[in-house]
Every structure is written in structure tokens, then in C-alpha cells.
T-cell receptor, first 113, second 112 residues
Framework: KQEVTQIPAALSVPEGENLVLNCSFT??????LQWFRQDPGKGLTSLLL?????REQTSGRLNASLDKSSGRSTLYIAASQPGDSATYLC????????????FGKGTRLSVIA | EADIYQTPRYLVIGTGKKITLECSQT?????MYWYQQDPGMELHLIHY???????EKGDLSSESTVSRIRTEHFPLTLESARPSHTSQYLC???????????FGPGTRLTVL
């Protein structure tokens, strides 16, 4: 059964710092990996989607990498801002099984002004 | 911004009541999903649909039921609410399986 783990569970950084969020998954047979952002009490917003054949995707200050063989992905946030404070969720889309997406528990990020 | 809507946003209800959580999307997506999320915990898929008249159970057992009579509408029903059903329910849709999922704002349900 696919398991997705995110480390750390919570992170607090001063404004302006660059930071890395980690995601690992146990079954490398995936279609893609997605990073989402969730603000308190809200739904999820898709940030980046990396296909299994890709190594990385970039959007503005965000860069996500994927190493499928080792079951790892990272989300790099450059020059963090207080508005980046949210929970960041990693999810994998599996090749087999009846669960379209398997989510990690998320990393709760606080960027201090 | 994605065009997917959920109502109500918040619901407080007594034990034993029947409730229906509404989810609608205007993107014409065939794939729709319901997730349950407890505070600070991961999302668990409880139901999904790959098109009209198609519904499947997810990896988390749920006492709720769903229907998909129209492409744009995917309601979730609890016949008899219990305190253990207290949670946030998130609806999502995608164009195809494995594609980016677009989420609604969620319904926070409290059963007293």
C-alpha cells in the first residue's frame, strides 16, 4: 500500500529565507506527483504537478523536484514571504490501486515577518 | 481560479439527522472526488466518480453515499449523522485520472 510521508511536520522561518520541504513515497510506480497548498479552513490549491518522466517543475519562486527511483520529492521555496504561510501537501497518483491520489499529512509552514 | 463549489461551508447538526453535502463544478470534468480530512491529518478519499452513473468507494470506509446523475453535480449524503462524522469534507474534480485536481472550499461538519 502506498504511503506518503512529509518531513518536517511543521517549520517556522524568518521572512526572506529559502527553504525545502520533503516528501517521500514507498511505491515508485506513480503517474505523477503533485504539491498543493492549503490555507486554514480552506480547500487545496494545486501548486505544481511533476510527471513521472520529469525531474523538476518550476513556478515563480517554487521549484519541485522528483526522484522517482528513490521515492523522493522536494519543494523549494525561494525568498519566503509571510503570505507563504500555509500547509503544503504532497500527493502521488498511482499506477495501480483504486485510489487516484494518496496524500501525505503535510508540512505546516510559518514565515515570520 | 477553479470553478468548483461546495455548500454549505459550515454545518452544525444533531445526531440522527439526514444531511446532504453539495458539490458542483462548471469545468465539465468527468472525474470527481470526495475526501475527508480531520484537523491536522491527511486527506482520505471516501468516494469518487469517473462519470455519470459511475461511483466507487475510496480507501477510507465511510457510511456516506454519493450519486452522479449529472456531470457537474456530485452530492454526498449521510442518512443518520453521528458525532464520529464530525470532520471537514472536501470535493475535487479533474479532467482525467492523475491530472491536477481542483478543490472546492470544503464543508466543515459538526455533529452534536
Amino acid at each position: 500500500k502506498q504511503e506518503v510521508t512529509q518531513i518536517p511536520a511543521a517549520l517556522s522561518v524568518p521572512e526572506g529565507e529559502n527553504l525545502v520541504l520533503n516528501c517521500s513515497f514507498t511505491d515508485s510506480a506513480i503517474y505523477n506527483l503533485q504539491w498543493f497548498r492549503q490555507d486554514p479552513g480552506k480547500g487545496l490549491t494545486s501548486l505544481l504537478l511533476i510527471q513521472s518522466s520529469q525531474r523538476e517543475q518550476t513556478s515563480g519562486r517554487l521549484n519541485a523536484s522528483l526522484d522517482k527511483s528513490s521515492g523522493r520529492s522536494t519543494l523549494y521555496i525561494a525568498a519566503s514571504q509571510p503570505g507563504d504561510s500555509a500547509t503544503y501537501l504532497c500527493a502521488v497518483s498511482q499506477v495501480s490501486g483504486n485510489t487516484p491520489l494518496v496524500f501525505g499529512k503535510g508540512t505546516r509552514l510559518s514565515v515570520i515577518a | 481560479e477553479a470553478d468548483i463549489y461546495q455548500t454549505p461551508r459550515y454545518l452544525v447538526i444533531g445526531t440522527g439527522k439526514k444531511i446532504t453535502l453539495e458539490c458542483s463544478q462548471t469545468m465539465g470534468h468527468d472525474k470527481m472526488y470526495w475526501y475527508q480530512q480531520d484537523p491536522g491529518m491527511e486527506l482520505h478519499l471516501i468516494h469518487y466518480s469517473y462519470g455519470v452513473n459511475s461511483t466507487e468507494k475510496g480507501d477510507l470506509s465511510s457510511e456516506s453515499t454519493v450519486s452522479r446523475i449529472r456531470t457537474e453535480h456530485f452530492p454526498l449524503t449521510l442518512e443518520s449523522a453521528r458525532p464520529s462524522h464530525t470532520s471537514q469534507y472536501l470535493c475535487a474534480s479533474s479532467e482525467y485520472t492523475g491530472d491536477t485536481q481542483y478543490f472546492g472550499p470544503g464543508t466543515r461538519l459538526t455533529v452534536l
